[in-house]
């Protein structure tokens, strides 16, 4: 009944082909969903990326967050969107990293914490904008949905599933407001993307953690 509820409490959200009632956007949020071998984004992912890079090129947003999990070395999600985005065309300059991106949570609680969003366009898969759109509404965000859904994947069953537990566990999560794992300074969107690239590495807690040092 929750998954149901959620659902239909977002579904006006998701914006199909017409995107007029996507105005004044303060940034296109791209959510992170795995690399191979540290080198290349996932076929979910690659999608994800080049919806976000085609809402971009029609002028939804002046600048996309790639957001995603580089909590270690040998785990950069954010540089391998970015340097994607790049090769299609993107300026670095619009685009800014988020390395704590560990989860859907708080990759949004930090759009808005940290990088100022007040109205954002969160790229997914269809399955994952439900819970994804939820959580921005609970944390006060004004957020659309555009689906990447470029193809059949093939773990979807797997997927849905887990997003089917994932939501119970982010409903009760929004009733409690954690902060994400990690904050750190305000990045003003209205200033370069090349900020959030890497420039020194610190050891935060059990994970090494990307802080950009101005």
Same mark, same amino acid.
């Given at each position: 009944?929750?998954? #149901?509820?959620?659902?239909?409490?977002?579904?006006?959200? #998701?914006?199909?082909?017409?995107?007029?009632? &996507?105005?004044?956007?303060? !940034?296109?949020?791209? &959510?992170?969903?795995?690399?191979?071998?540290?080198?290349?984004?996932? &076929?979910?992912?690659?999608?994800?990326?080049?919806? =976000?890079?085609?809402?971009?090129?029609?002028?939804?947003?002046?600048?996309?967050?790639?957001? =995603?999990?580089? =909590?270690?070395?040998?785990?950069?999600?954010?540089?391998?969107?970015?340097?994607?985005?790049?090769?299609?065309?993107?300026?670095?300059?619009?685009?800014?990293?988020?390395?704590?991106?560990? !989860?859907? @949570?708080?990759?949004?609680?930090?759009?808005?914490?940290?990088?100022?969003?007040?109205?954002?366009?969160?790229?997914?898969?269809?399955?994952?904008? @439900?819970?994804?759109?939820?959580?921005?509404?609970?944390?006060? %965000?004004?957020?659309? =949905?555009?689906?990447?859904?470029?193809? #059949?994947?093939?773990?979807?069953?797997?997927?849905?599933?887990?997003?089917?537990?994932?939501?119970?566990?982010?409903?009760?999560? !929004?009733?409690?407001?954690?902060?994400?794992?990690?904050?750190?300074?305000?990045?003003?969107?209205?200033?370069?993307?090349? %900020?959030?690239?890497?420039?020194?590495?610190?050891?935060?807690?059990?994970?090494?953690?990307?802080?950009?040092?101005?």
């Amino acid at each position: 009944m929750l998954n #149901i509820y959620i659902r239909m409490s977002t579904s006006k959200q #998701i914006i199909k082909k017409d995107y007029s009632k &996507l105005k004044n956007i303060d !940034c296109i949020l791209v &959510l992170g969903a795995g690399i191979i071998n540290n080198t290349r984004p996932t &076929l979910m992912l690659k999608d994800r990326i080049e919806k =976000g890079i085609e809402l971009y090129k029609k002028g939804i947003a002046p600048k996309i967050i790639m957001s =995603g999990d580089h =909590g270690r070395k040998n785990h950069d999600e954010v540089n391998i969107m970015k340097n994607y985005a790049i090769n299609k065309g993107v300026p670095s300059e619009d685009i800014f990293m988020d390395h704590a991106g560990f !989860c859907s @949570y708080d990759s949004i609680y930090r759009a808005k914490e940290v990088f100022g969003a007040k109205k954002i366009v969160i790229v997914s898969q269809k399955y994952h904008l @439900y819970r994804s759109l939820y959580i921005a509404n609970k944390l006060g %965000v004004e957020a659309y =949905g555009v689906k990447a859904d470029a193809r #059949i994947y093939a773990k979807i069953i797997y997927y849905e599933i887990r997003e089917f537990l994932a939501t119970y566990k982010n409903y009760f999560k !929004c009733r409690k407001m954690p902060k994400p794992k990690f904050l750190g300074e305000k990045i003003s969107l209205n200033q370069s993307g090349d %900020v959030t690239n890497d420039k020194k590495w610190i050891k935060s807690g059990c994970q090494i953690i990307n802080k950009v040092i101005k």
